[in-house]
Protein backbone atom coordinates (compact mmCIF):
# COMPACT_ATOMS: atom_id res chain seq x y z
CA UNK A 1 0.00 0.00 0.00
CA UNK A 2 2.06 2.76 -1.51
CA UNK A 3 0.60 6.49 0.71
CA UNK A 4 3.03 8.48 -1.09
CA UNK A 5 3.83 7.77 -4.89
CA UNK A 6 6.39 9.36 -7.24
CA UNK A 7 5.00 7.14 -10.95
CA UNK A 8 8.43 8.61 -12.73
CA UNK A 9 11.46 6.89 -11.90
CA UNK A 10 13.54 8.67 -14.16
CA UNK A 11 13.84 12.72 -15.73
CA UNK A 12 16.20 14.28 -17.99
CA UNK A 13 16.78 18.05 -18.32
CA UNK A 14 18.72 20.15 -20.07
CA UNK A 15 20.88 22.77 -17.25
CA UNK A 16 19.24 26.04 -17.45
CA UNK A 17 16.03 24.20 -18.00
CA UNK A 18 13.55 23.95 -15.34
CA UNK A 19 12.98 20.38 -13.60
CA UNK A 20 9.62 19.31 -12.12
CA UNK A 21 9.18 16.68 -10.05
CA UNK A 22 6.04 15.45 -8.88
CA UNK A 23 4.66 13.35 -5.68
CA UNK A 24 0.96 12.17 -4.99
CA UNK A 25 -0.61 10.71 -1.60
CA UNK A 26 -3.02 9.01 -0.52
CA UNK A 27 -3.60 9.19 3.12
CA UNK A 28 -5.74 12.91 3.98
CA UNK A 29 -3.66 12.74 7.82
CA UNK A 30 -0.46 13.99 6.66
CA UNK A 31 0.06 16.96 7.89
CA UNK A 32 3.73 18.25 6.32
CA UNK A 33 5.56 17.28 2.81
CA UNK A 34 9.48 17.09 2.59
CA UNK A 35 11.82 16.79 0.04
CA UNK A 36 15.12 14.55 -0.35
CA UNK A 37 17.94 14.74 -2.29
CA UNK A 38 20.21 11.65 -2.10
CA UNK A 39 23.52 11.25 -3.59
CA UNK A 40 25.02 7.67 -4.78
CA UNK A 41 26.89 6.07 -1.50
CA UNK A 42 25.28 8.87 0.41
CA UNK A 43 22.07 8.85 2.69
CA UNK A 44 19.27 11.56 1.84
CA UNK A 45 19.99 15.05 2.51
CA UNK A 46 16.33 17.60 3.62
CA UNK A 47 16.09 19.76 0.73
CA UNK A 48 12.36 21.72 1.12
CA UNK A 49 9.26 21.17 3.11
CA UNK A 50 5.83 22.14 3.09
CA UNK A 51 2.99 22.56 5.61
CA UNK A 52 -0.43 20.76 4.29
CA UNK A 53 -1.74 24.61 5.51
CA UNK A 54 0.34 26.06 2.37
CA UNK A 55 0.29 25.71 -1.03
CA UNK A 56 3.42 27.89 -2.15
CA UNK A 57 7.15 27.46 0.00
CA UNK A 58 10.32 28.82 -1.91
CA UNK A 59 13.84 28.29 -0.97
CA UNK A 60 16.15 29.35 -3.84
CA UNK A 61 16.04 27.61 -7.02
CA UNK A 62 13.59 25.29 -5.55
CA UNK A 63 9.64 25.68 -4.85
CA UNK A 64 7.55 23.10 -3.98
CA UNK A 65 3.51 23.73 -4.67
CA UNK A 66 0.96 21.84 -2.58
CA UNK A 67 -2.42 21.20 -4.22
CA UNK A 68 -4.24 19.52 -1.25
CA UNK A 69 -7.60 18.46 -2.65
CA UNK A 70 -5.82 17.03 -5.75
CA UNK A 71 -3.22 15.23 -3.15
CA UNK A 72 -0.38 15.99 -5.16
CA UNK A 73 2.93 17.86 -4.54
CA UNK A 74 5.52 19.17 -7.05
CA UNK A 75 9.12 19.59 -6.69
CA UNK A 76 10.52 22.96 -9.21
CA UNK A 77 14.19 23.56 -10.02
CA UNK A 78 14.85 26.61 -11.95
CA UNK A 79 17.23 26.92 -13.56
CA UNK A 80 18.79 23.18 -13.16
CA UNK A 81 22.11 22.68 -13.17
CA UNK A 82 24.04 19.80 -13.80
CA UNK A 83 24.92 19.19 -10.32
CA UNK A 84 20.89 18.79 -9.37
CA UNK A 85 21.30 15.03 -10.34
CA UNK A 86 20.50 13.31 -7.98
CA UNK A 87 17.39 10.80 -6.73
CA UNK A 88 14.69 13.22 -5.33
CA UNK A 89 12.35 11.25 -2.67
CA UNK A 90 8.90 12.55 -1.83
CA UNK A 91 8.23 12.24 2.00
CA UNK A 92 4.96 12.60 4.18
CA UNK A 93 4.75 13.27 7.62
CA UNK A 94 1.95 12.28 10.07
CA UNK A 95 0.95 11.69 13.42
CA UNK A 96 1.55 8.26 14.56
CA UNK A 97 0.23 8.30 17.77
CA UNK A 98 2.25 7.94 21.52
CA UNK A 99 3.23 11.30 20.51
CA UNK A 100 4.88 10.35 18.26
CA UNK A 101 5.72 11.33 14.23
CA UNK A 102 6.49 9.19 11.07
CA UNK A 103 7.57 9.93 7.72
CA UNK A 104 6.37 7.69 4.69
CA UNK A 105 8.46 8.18 1.26
CA UNK A 106 8.02 7.58 -2.12
CA UNK A 107 10.40 5.50 -4.63
CA UNK A 108 12.16 8.42 -5.63
CA UNK A 109 12.93 10.16 -9.31
CA UNK A 110 15.97 10.27 -10.91
CA UNK A 111 17.25 13.57 -11.94
CA UNK A 112 19.14 13.78 -14.60
CA UNK A 113 20.61 17.32 -15.84
CA UNK A 114 22.21 17.05 -19.47
CA UNK A 115 25.13 20.10 -20.23
CA UNK B 1 32.88 17.22 10.92
CA UNK B 2 30.13 14.15 10.75
CA UNK B 3 26.87 14.65 11.67
CA UNK B 4 24.95 11.07 11.31
CA UNK B 5 27.28 8.36 11.32
CA UNK B 6 27.30 4.54 10.69
CA UNK B 7 29.91 2.11 11.00
CA UNK B 8 30.50 -0.55 9.01
CA UNK B 9 29.56 1.06 5.15
CA UNK B 10 29.44 -2.19 3.81
CA UNK B 11 28.49 -5.63 5.66
CA UNK B 12 28.77 -8.92 4.03
CA UNK B 13 27.82 -12.06 6.02
CA UNK B 14 26.49 -15.63 5.84
CA UNK B 15 23.21 -16.54 6.60
CA UNK B 16 22.22 -17.32 10.05
CA UNK B 17 24.96 -14.89 11.10
CA UNK B 18 24.19 -12.33 13.69
CA UNK B 19 25.95 -9.02 12.99
CA UNK B 20 25.33 -5.29 14.11
CA UNK B 21 25.20 -2.01 12.61
CA UNK B 22 26.25 1.02 14.53
CA UNK B 23 24.99 4.40 14.97
CA UNK B 24 26.06 7.53 16.21
CA UNK B 25 24.70 11.37 15.43
CA UNK B 26 26.54 14.78 17.40
CA UNK B 27 23.59 16.91 16.34
CA UNK B 28 22.15 16.50 20.35
CA UNK B 29 18.74 15.48 18.29
CA UNK B 30 16.12 13.56 21.12
CA UNK B 31 15.22 11.08 18.22
CA UNK B 32 16.80 8.69 16.13
CA UNK B 33 15.60 6.36 13.99
CA UNK B 34 16.39 3.31 11.43
CA UNK B 35 15.69 2.62 8.06
CA UNK B 36 15.42 -0.11 5.22
CA UNK B 37 15.81 0.59 1.86
CA UNK B 38 15.35 -2.88 -0.58
CA UNK B 39 16.29 -3.53 -3.22
CA UNK B 40 12.74 -1.78 -5.09
CA UNK B 41 14.26 1.29 -3.07
CA UNK B 42 11.73 1.96 -1.17
CA UNK B 43 12.76 3.61 2.06
CA UNK B 44 10.86 2.14 5.05
CA UNK B 45 11.12 2.91 8.53
CA UNK B 46 11.70 0.24 10.71
CA UNK B 47 12.90 1.80 14.34
CA UNK B 48 12.56 5.33 16.23
CA UNK B 49 13.72 5.85 19.31
CA UNK B 50 12.86 8.87 21.86
CA UNK B 51 15.21 9.48 25.15
CA UNK B 52 15.79 5.41 25.10
CA UNK B 53 12.26 4.17 24.61
CA UNK B 54 10.97 2.94 21.41
CA UNK B 55 7.89 5.19 20.32
CA UNK B 56 8.09 3.78 16.56
CA UNK B 57 7.99 -0.12 15.73
CA UNK B 58 6.84 -1.63 12.29
CA UNK B 59 5.86 -4.69 11.41
CA UNK B 60 9.80 -6.03 11.12
CA UNK B 61 10.75 -9.62 12.30
CA UNK B 62 12.39 -10.10 15.64
CA UNK B 63 15.48 -10.78 14.80
CA UNK B 64 15.84 -6.75 14.16
CA UNK B 65 16.34 -5.06 17.77
CA UNK B 66 17.56 -1.81 18.53
CA UNK B 67 19.91 -0.73 21.02
CA UNK B 68 20.48 2.60 22.02
CA UNK B 69 22.90 3.12 24.83
CA UNK B 70 22.54 6.79 25.00
CA UNK B 71 20.65 9.79 23.09
CA UNK B 72 23.28 9.98 21.08
CA UNK B 73 23.78 6.42 19.71
CA UNK B 74 21.60 3.81 18.10
CA UNK B 75 22.44 1.06 17.16
CA UNK B 76 20.79 -2.03 15.24
CA UNK B 77 20.97 -5.52 16.10
CA UNK B 78 20.22 -8.22 14.02
CA UNK B 79 19.89 -11.98 14.60
CA UNK B 80 20.10 -15.10 12.11
CA UNK B 81 20.26 -13.01 9.10
CA UNK B 82 18.37 -14.02 5.95
CA UNK B 83 18.78 -13.39 2.63
CA UNK B 84 15.74 -11.45 2.22
CA UNK B 85 17.82 -9.11 4.79
CA UNK B 86 19.87 -7.92 2.25
CA UNK B 87 19.72 -3.98 1.78
CA UNK B 88 20.66 -0.87 2.63
CA UNK B 89 19.92 0.63 6.09
CA UNK B 90 19.86 4.00 7.05
CA UNK B 91 20.55 5.49 10.47
CA UNK B 92 18.87 9.19 11.05
CA UNK B 93 18.25 11.91 13.59
CA UNK B 94 15.79 14.59 14.21
CA UNK B 95 14.85 16.92 17.02
CA UNK B 96 11.86 17.70 18.73
CA UNK B 97 9.98 14.93 17.94
CA UNK B 98 6.66 16.10 20.18
CA UNK B 99 6.50 19.45 18.97
CA UNK B 100 4.52 19.54 15.72
CA UNK B 101 8.03 21.02 13.71
CA UNK B 102 8.79 20.13 10.75
CA UNK B 103 10.67 16.91 11.86
CA UNK B 104 13.38 17.11 9.57
CA UNK B 105 15.51 13.98 9.77
CA UNK B 106 19.10 14.31 9.20
CA UNK B 107 20.18 11.06 7.29
CA UNK B 108 24.09 8.31 7.94
CA UNK B 109 25.36 7.44 4.51
CA UNK B 110 24.30 4.44 4.93
CA UNK B 111 25.17 0.36 5.35
CA UNK B 112 24.90 -1.80 2.62
CA UNK B 113 24.28 -5.04 4.21
CA UNK B 114 24.52 -8.35 1.55
CA UNK B 115 23.65 -11.46 3.12
CA UNK B 116 25.08 -14.73 0.69
Known amino acids: DQQVKQNSPSLSVQEGRISILNCDYT??????FLWYKKYPAEGPTFLISISSIKDKNEDGRFTVFLNKSAKHLSLHIVPSQPGDSAVYFCAAKRYSGAGSYQLTFGKGTKLSVIP | DTAVSQTPKYLVTQMGNDKSIKCEQNLGHDTMYWYKQDSKKFLKIMFS???????INETVPNRFSPKSPDKAHLNLHINSLELGDSAVYFCASSQDWASGATNEQFFGPGTRLTVL
Open chain 2, 49 to 55: YNNKELI
Open chain 1, 27 to 32: NSMFDY
